[in-house]
């Protein structure tokens, strides 16, 4: 009988390492975490790591190879003693099935490789991309599923294998009831199911017909089946409804009309005002702003650190933010923030999410500030550059827009960092770094 995982991360430690961990904690969430050997993870501290690797190896039934830029570098592939060759010739050996993963890699040639893994050239394979990664580790998971027929029998009880669907989306012009009070939907709503199709999440604009007429959103969780996420996701956003009275006369907030409870979801009713979102005056687009518009908009992100950081200063902390949770009026002299965020939801087709929320990284209390402060910065590089960031190392913002100021790479640089505590602390610091790049741009652009 097995007593190791079934599936086996081959890594280097040095070569997108955060991958390798993105990777396991995907498999493991979805297989178990017995079935996933993972070095870090699956070797008892203290043990010596090599009378574990191969055994795990030869007790595998599929072997996922993470293979980045630095994968080939100094020519360590070549050395007999190389742990990640010897995992993979033991693999090849065994007939062990081996899917590499491809991070901003060429696909390998066997003129690369020794002769002990030269069929790795051969193997099929997936690539990860930081943009469209959910859907990258779906198709590794599937596939991982189809083939290793042992994690199919083990998974007879997963809740996702027998999940129902969700009822339907709700849809532009549907009248809906929620409690006593009726609601006409606006627009198509956003909705997120979860991966263990437990709850659902949805957001929606629309128009409160009674008891009192009114403008809305309306922010929902809710059940698909009974589980603890559920029951996490449901307590998290009855908080949130206990912060938003808190938060009630705190300029750039959301305002909370109601708060809606029954056994199967909570929904949150928001009042909704006559303004549009970031993403909507701002972008990001296909190409950078031109000078005076680059000004205004780094201006309604440095007042949007103002009602953040209430936030902050709390205790609080977003974790979701896009272009589209951030709400400009009167030409951007107004900022608010849509709602206060859900970590378990990525609403935004393009992701800003930090590495340490994909990441099996430990985090202080305090941490959450700064990860808001990568997702802003996130949003300011995307705007400023047109491109997303990548958590894998980005060019500087000059280097894509001549225009900006040295300013601006070395806050961006700071706030972008993998690791959190080299960011600024928290929303106000951010603000004080943004406030340089505007002066310096205010001065006539790059210096």
């Not at 009974?226 to 009275?245: G, V």
């Not at 080299?422 to 603000?431: E, G, L, Q, T």
Request: hydrophobic share 40%; net charge neutral.
């Amino acid at each position: 009988m097995r007593s190791v995982g079934k599936i086996f991360i081959n890594y280097r430690t040095d070569d997108e390492h955060w991958a390798a961990a993105f990777i396991n904690d995907t498999l493991s969430d979805r297989f178990g975490t017995g079935n996933v050997f993972f070095a870090s993870k699956s070797i008892p501290l203290g043990d010596d790591f090599e009378k574990h690797l191969l055994p795990a190896v030869r007790a595998s039934a599929a072997l996922v190879a993470v293979i980045g830029r630095r994968w080939l570098e100094h020519g360590r592939i070549q050395k007999p003693d190389d742990w990640v060759r010897r995992e993979l010739a033991e693999a090849f050996r065994l007939k062990i099935p081996v899917i590499p993963v491809l991070l901003n890699a060429d696909r390998l040639t066997a003129g690369d490789l020794p002769p002990d893994i030269a069929p790795l050239a051969k193997c099929q394979y997936i690539r990860l991309d930081h943009r469209n990664h959910h859907n990258d580790l779906a198709r590794l998971t599937a596939e991982l599923f189809t083939r290793v027929q042992e994690l199919a029998a083990d998974d007879t009880g997963s809740t996702t294998a027998t999940a129902p669907p969700p009822d339907e989306p709700w849809q532009a012009g549907e009248e809906v009831q929620l409690g006593s009070a009726s609601f006409l939907l606006q627009q198509q709503t956003e909705e997120h199911v979860s991966d263990t199709h437990t709850w659902a999440w949805r957001y929606a604009p629309a128009e409160r017909l009674d008891p009192m007429p009114a403008p809305v959103f309306l922010r929902q969780v809710r059940r698909l089946r009974r589980s603890t996420e559920w029951q996490q996701q449901r307590a998290a956003l009855i908080a949130e409804a206990d912060l938003l009275k808190e938060l009630d006369t705190v300029p750039g907030m959301p305002r909370l009309l109601e708060a809606i409870r029954d056994a199967d979801h909570v929904t949150l009713v928001l009042r909704r005002t006559k303004a549009s979102t970031l993403r909507r005056v701002y972008g990001p687009t296909t190409w950078p702003l031109d000078h005076l518009r680059t000004v205004d908009f780094l201006l309604a992100v440095r007042r949007f650190c103002a009602v953040l950081h209430e936030l902050h200063k709390r205790g609080h902390s977003h974790r979701a933010l896009s272009p589209d949770v951030i709400v400009l009026a009167g030409n951007g002299a107004e900022v608010s923030i849509r709602d206060l965020g859900n970590a378990a939801v990525a609403a935004d087709p393009v992701t800003y999410q930090a590495p340490e929320q994909f990441l099996s990284l430990r985090q202080s209390a305090g941490d959450g500030a700064r990860t808001d402060v990568y997702q802003l910065a996130a949003i300011v590089y995307h705007v400023l550059t047109a491109h997303p960031p990548s958590p894998t190392g980005s060019p500087p913002p000059t280097a894509v827009n001549p225009r900006l100021p040295s300013s601006a790479d070395e806050l961006l640089a700071r706030a972008l960092d993998v690791v959190p505590d080299v960011r600024p602390a928290d929303a106000n610091a951010f603000s004080a770094g943004l406030s340089t790049v505007i002066d310096q741009l205010r001065r006539g652009g790059p210096a």
